[in-house]
């Protein structure tokens, strides 16, 4: 799974069905990865997708080890031996990546599934979690609208593939792009899709919405990299009338999420993290559930389908 777009809408349901159903009784699960193990690399800092994967596969009877991608051999030998090499000794690999380019040869030399943990183009496993967060609280995937407000980046594409997918509103405002994350083919597909929208005035796109979604308006690595400060000083100055905020909700009161980490006053308005309407840590939470999830159907055990049934 390396950008979301690998899986219709049958197979999303079902892994979303899936996450909901180990969510709910985690004990039924607590041997279904007995002795497989998962392979985490990361060359990107991480704290969700670290703790997610690991206590994820650990709660499923399975184990995973964790490897810097710097301090590793991958840092100085093509990746194709590193992976052929690597992929016998786990059954699968999540791997947090700068570029997908990396990831994309990364699978195509692995003897066992790769995951997407978090590259410059996508973010598959945030918006597995994010969709499963909308369906918990909605109910249904039918008449909601999403909202996403910030830089289009890796976490807007698989959002965006997801709802594509299957079938939810979503409307973007995104006065930035990311170049290193602009995906030509997706858009179009997105726009032909009658289910995705760019919305230029928050205002309307708020009094529209069901859920309202932010993102860091500044990457991780760069957030307080003083070669970075310039830039950052630009995207604050154009993001900043687009901040989730009192302000701009104009008394709508939509569920608001955020996939962390927060930069609070800047994308979003402090007192807003935690109010009521917030369901950031019920979304960030589903990291796990619905990994385990995927981690299941890459692993071939039988999962539920779109009506909670297992197949």
């Known amino acids: 799974m390396l950008s979301l777009q690998e899986f219709d809408k049958e197979t999303l349901y079902s892994i979303i069905q899936t996450g909901i159903a180990i969510k709910r009784n985690p004990e039924n699960y607590a041997k279904a990865c007995e002795g497989k193990g998962l392979l985490m690399l990361f060359q990107k800092t991480s704290t969700r997708t670290y703790l997610s994967f690991q206590s994820g596969i650990h709660r499923m009877g399975g184990y995973a080890a964790a490897m810097d991608w710097d301090s590793s051999n991958f840092s100085i030998s093509p990746i194709r031996y590193e992976a052929r090499y690597a992929s016998r000794n786990c059954d699968a690999m999540m ?38 967060t909308i369906y918990e609280v909605a109910g249904s995937f039918e008449g909601v609208t999403v909202t996403y407000v910030g830089v289009h980046n890796n976490v807007a594409n698989s959002l965006i593939a997801g709802c594509i997918t299957l079938g939810v509103r979503l409307l973007l405002v995104t006065p930035i792009v990311n170049e290193a994350s602009w995906d030509e083919a997706l858009m179009d597909k997105a726009y032909r899709s009658g289910h995705v929208e760019t919305v230029s005035d928050l205002a309307d796109a708020v009094r529209r919405t069901d859920f309202l979604y932010t993102d860091t308006w500044v990457d991780m690595e760069f957030f307080r990299n003083p070669d970075y400060e310039q830039e950052k000083l630009r995207r604050m100055e154009r993001m900043m009338p687009f901040q989730v905020n009192s302000a701009n909700l104009g008394g709508y009161r939509p569920y608001l999420m955020h996939d962390m980490p927060i930069h609070p006053g800047y994308e979003i308005e402090e007192e807003l993290v935690e109010s009521e309407r917030s369901i950031i840590y019920e979304q960030a939470e589903n990291r796990m559930h619905v990994q385990k999830s995927l981690l299941l159907h890459l692993f071939g055990a039988k999962i539920h389908d779109k009506h909670g049934n297992i197949k």
């Open 95 to 132: 791997a947090r990546l700068k570029k997908h380019a990396d990831l994309l040869e990364l699978a195509e030399y692995s003897a066992v599934p790769v995951i997407n943990g978090c590259c410059d183009k996508y973010h598959p496993c945030q918006a597995l979690a994010d969709l499963m």
